[in-house]
């Protein structure tokens, strides 16, 4: 009787699996100098926003929101609830226009006959990713959206969570993500990471990030990693491949 099959990353069993989705599982369709923009005009209502390009969006909206609380913690909420709604309504406009990646619906299909669990962790809002993958409870058992949880990545917090929901501890699970952000988050929790540069980074900023391993995209990384059923996906038409 053959030994049942066992992904390995790093020389290491991996027991589970955490997705980041835009740009890991799902076609980045973001534009996030739009969203920016979006956001800086909703709260030039309450206060002109100082110029933060080295705050993701979100601690830009609670940076700013902290200048005006001391002189007016309802403006400051206001700032907050309307910078919110901006960039869920371009969140939204953005996912009617999105897709998921070919190779993301057989992969979980896969690792769930495999019995790896997975998990999926976004910093996008509940409504964008269903409109994207409307099945996704069928094919992965724990989401966690920005709704979710109290701190979105990097907070480790946020991915914790998704282990605690499909049953497995850090050290025999692997964070995939798009982003140096996602690796960073990885390793804060204690996981394996893997980047993959089928989104916004290329591969160098994802091996800088620290990532334990880097691909193309999920499905070369999962036929990398000893999921035999993504065999041959590097070659699809359409799928990213430029490493």
């Known amino acids: 009787m053959s030994a049942p099959r066992q992904l390995r990353c790093a020389g290491l069993a991996v027991r589970a699996v955490v997705f980041d989705f835009d740009g890991t599982l799902a076609v980045p369709t973001l534009d996030f100098g739009v969203m920016r923009r979006a956001v800086a005009k909703a709260m030039a209502a309450h206060l002109t926003p100082p110029e933060r390009p080295d705050l993701p969006v979100m601690e830009w909206i609670a940076h700013t929101a902290r200048l005006?609380?001391?002189?007016?913690?309802?403006?400051?909420?206001?700032?907050?609830?309307?910078?919110?709604?901006?960039?869920?309504?371009?969140?939204?406009?953005?996912?009617?226009?999105?897709?998921?990646?070919?190779?993301?619906?057989?992969?979980?299909?896969?690792?769930?006959?495999?019995?790896?669990?997975?998990?999926i962790v976004t910093r996008n809002c509940p409504e964008a990713v269903r409109a994207v993958f409307p099945d996704v409870d069928a094919l992965c058992p724990c989401l966690l959206t920005r709704d979710d949880v109290p701190s979105v990545k990097p907070d480790p917090d946020h991915l914790l969570r998704a282990l605690d929901g499909i049953g497995r501890a850090p050290g025999e699970a692997l964070m995939v993500g798009d982003h140096p952000m996602d690796i960073v988050t990885g390793r804060r929790a204690g996981t394996?990471?893997?980047?993959?540069?089928?989104?916004?980074?290329?591969?160098?900023?994802?091996?800088?990030?620290?990532?334990?391993?880097?691909?193309?995209?999920?499905?070369?990384?999962?036929?990398?990693l000893g999921l035999h059923e993504m065999d041959g996906m590097a070659g699809m038409d359409g799928l990213p491949t430029h490493g």
């Open 68 to 119: 005006l609380e001391e002189r007016s913690p309802q403006g400051a909420s206001a700032l907050h609830a309307e910078a919110h709604a901006a960039i869920r309504r371009v969140e939204v406009e953005a996912a009617a226009r999105g897709s998921l990646f070919p190779f993301t619906r057989p992969m979980l299909a896969a690792l769930a006959a495999m019995g790896v669990p997975v998990a």
């Open 192 to 224: 394996l990471t893997a980047g993959v540069a089928s989104g916004e980074s290329p591969a160098d900023a994802l091996h800088a990030a620290g990532a334990d391993m880097v691909a193309d995209h999920c499905g070369d990384l999962m036929a990398r």
